[in-house]
T-cell receptor, first 109, second 113 residues
C-alpha cells in the first residue's frame, strides 16, 4: 500500500471550472509538496506546506495535519493547466520522500 | 540560465553497457536528488546528497552509483544496464533536504535495448 494516495486518478474539466485534487497520506510528515508535470515531461514544484493554506495565482493548496489530508484547488481552470499533479510528503522520521501516483488533469476549451 | 541541467536528455544503449548521467545546479543549493520515473509515471527517490554527503540511499541495485564531486554536481553512473532500467531519470536540488522547494532538471530518458 502506498503511503500517499491521490484522487481522482484522472480528471477532465471544462475551461473555467473549479477543480479539486485530493491527497491523503498515512505517515507523520514534516512537509507536503505539490508538483506539476507538464505534458512535455518537465516537473515544477508548486507548493510546499506544513500547515494551513497557500495561494499562488489561481492555485490554492490546503493541508489538514490532523486528518492527514491535503487538497489542491485550481480556480477558473484553463487548458494550460492540463498536466499531471503529484503529491509528495517528507515524513518526519527522516530524509525520505513518498510520492502519490499523480492526477492527470485535462482541461477542455 | 538553466537552474538544474542534466545531460544527456536522451540515452539509448544496449543491455550490459555502463552509462553515466550528469547533473549540475547553479542555485547554490546544498541538497541534490536523483529520482526515477517508471513507465507508469510513478516517481521514486533513489539518492539524496547534502553537501556531497549521501543522506538517502533507497533500495536501489548497487549497479547504480551516485557521485558528487562538489555540491553543485551529482552524477549517476549505472553499470551493467538491464531492460528494467529503462525510465526517465530526474535530478533535482533544494536548499534544505526535504523541507524546501525542489527544482527539477528536464529529465534523461534512458532506453535499454
Amino acid at each position: 500500500k502506498n503511503e500517499v494516495e491521490q484522487s481522482p486518478q484522472n480528471l477532465t474539466a471544462q475551461e473555467g471550472e473549479f477543480i479539486t485534487i485530493n491527497c491523503s497520506y498515512s505517515v507523520g510528515i514534516s512537509a507536503l509538496h505539490w508538483l506539476q508535470q507538464h505534458p512535455g515531461g518537465g516537473i515544477v514544484s508548486l507548493f510546499m506546506l506544513s500547515s494551513g493554506k497557500k495561494k499562488h495565482g489561481r492555485l490554492i493548496a490546503t493541508i489538514n495535519i490532523q486528518e492527514k489530508h491535503s487538497s489542491l484547488h485550481i480556480t477558473a481552470s484553463h487548458p494550460r493547466d492540463s498536466a499531471v499533479y503529484i503529491c509528495a510528503v517528507t515524513p518526519n522520521t527522516g530524509n525520505q520522500f513518498y510520492f502519490g501516483t499523480g492526477t492527470s488533469l485535462t482541461v477542455i476549451p | 540560465d538553466t537552474a538544474v541541467s542534466q545531460t544527456p536528455k536522451y540515452l539509448v544503449t544496449q543491455m550490459g553497457n555502463d552509462k553515466s548521467i550528469k547533473c549540475e545546479q547553479n542555485l547554490g543549493h546544498d541538497t541534490m536528488y536523483w529520482y526515477k520515473q517508471d513507465s507508469k509515471k510513478f516517481l521514486k527517490i533513489m539518492f539524496s546528497y547534502n553537501n556531497k554527503e549521501l543522506i538517502i540511499n533507497e533500495t536501489v541495485p548497487n549497479r547504480f552509483s551516485p557521485k558528487s564531486p562538489d555540491k553543485a554536481h551529482l552524477n549517476l553512473h549505472i553499470n551493467s544496464l538491464e531492460l528494467g532500467d529503462s525510465a526517465v531519470y530526474f535530478c533535482a536540488s533544494s536548499q534544505v533536504a526535504g523541507l524546501d522547494t525542489q527544482y527539477f532538471g528536464p529529465g534523461t530518458r534512458l532506453t535499454v535495448l
